[in-house]
């Protein structure tokens, strides 16, 4: 019998390329999830994202689900993060140039808005679990991340106990507060924008 080929660390040869293989198995059956319940909420809020309802959209076992998504605001954090991550892509590819820090900042949590009010059930979700979750998220974070690099620029770096971060929590935190006042009903998105301009201008200023 022919001995199996070896690397030089002893593993077989065929072992790194069957671990690729099924970690990217395993990416694209998350995804698979986690796109799946994006859907479910888009069209029924929180509520629609019952864990087997979204393992059958999924096409996995409710086993499979529970493997990934210890629990139903661990799924619901994961959509948040995905949300963020089209949100920082969309960013990426066309960063705001115009206007000082403010008008730069703005920006961004306007296309925010615009971005997730085109699904307001899925907003409505999203926003729900960062108030009502006792699972940690880094949706802050991310959010104090991308108006920094809106209002002073990506390329600098910005030290963890720089006041400017805590003043760009603050405004994130704004935001939220006004996302929850339209999906309420109670502004629509010019008033908001307008109260925006008025906390980033206060708050932005000197940035």
Do not use: C, N
């Given at each position: 019998?022919?001995?199996?080929?070896?690397?030089?660390?002893?593993?077989?040869?065929?072992?790194?390329?069957?671990q690729?293989?099924?970690?990217?198995?395993?990416?694209?059956?998350?995804?698979?999830?986690?796109?799946a319940?994006?859907?479910?909420?888009?069209?029924?809020?929180?509520?629609?994202?019952?864990?087997?309802?979204?393992?059958?959209?999924?096409?996995?076992?409710?086993?499979?689900?529970y493997r990934?998504?210890?629990?139903?605001?661990?799924?619901v954090?994961?959509?948040?993060?995905?949300?963020l991550?089209?949100?920082?892509?969309?960013?990426?590819?066309?960063?705001p140039?115009?206007?000082?820090?403010?008008?730069?900042?703005?920006?961004?949590?306007?296309?925010?808005?615009?971005?997730?009010?085109?699904e307001?059930?899925?907003?409505?979700?999203?926003?729900?679990?960062?108030?009502?979750?006792?699972?940690?998220?880094?949706?802050?974070?991310?959010m104090?991340g991308?108006?920094?690099?809106?209002?002073v620029?990506?390329?600098?770096?910005?030290?963890?106990?720089?006041?400017?971060?805590v003043?760009?929590?603050?405004?994130?935190?704004?935001?939220t507060?006004e996302?929850?006042?339209?999906?309420?009903?109670?502004?629509?998105?010019?008033?908001?924008?307008q109260?925006?301009?008025?906390?980033?201008?206060?708050?932005?200023?000197?940035?």
């Amino acid at each position: 019998m022919t001995a199996e080929p070896t690397a030089a660390d002893g593993k077989t040869a065929g072992q790194p390329v069957q671990q690729g293989v099924r970690s990217r198995s395993q990416h694209q059956r998350r995804k698979r999830i986690v796109q799946a319940a994006a859907a479910l909420a888009s069209r029924g809020g929180i509520e629609a994202m019952q864990m087997r309802t979204v393992a059958e959209r999924a096409g996995v076992a409710l086993g499979t689900l529970y493997r990934y998504f210890p629990s139903k605001m661990d799924l619901v954090v994961a959509v948040v993060s995905e949300e963020l991550d089209l949100l920082e892509g969309s960013i990426e590819r066309r960063p705001p140039r115009a206007g000082a820090s403010p008008q730069r900042a703005v920006e961004v949590l306007m296309r925010a808005t615009r971005g997730l009010m085109r699904e307001p059930e899925l907003a409505e979700a999203l926003i729900r679990s960062l108030l009502l979750s006792d699972v940690k998220t880094d949706f802050g974070d991310r959010m104090t991340g991308l108006l920094l690099r809106a209002a002073v620029g990506p390329e600098s770096e910005i030290p963890a106990d720089d006041e400017r971060r805590v003043v760009a929590k603050a405004l994130s935190s704004v935001w939220t507060m006004e996302m929850i006042e339209m999906l309420r009903g109670h502004a629509t998105a010019e008033e908001i924008q307008q109260r925006l301009e008025t906390a980033a201008s206060r708050l932005l200023t000197g940035f």
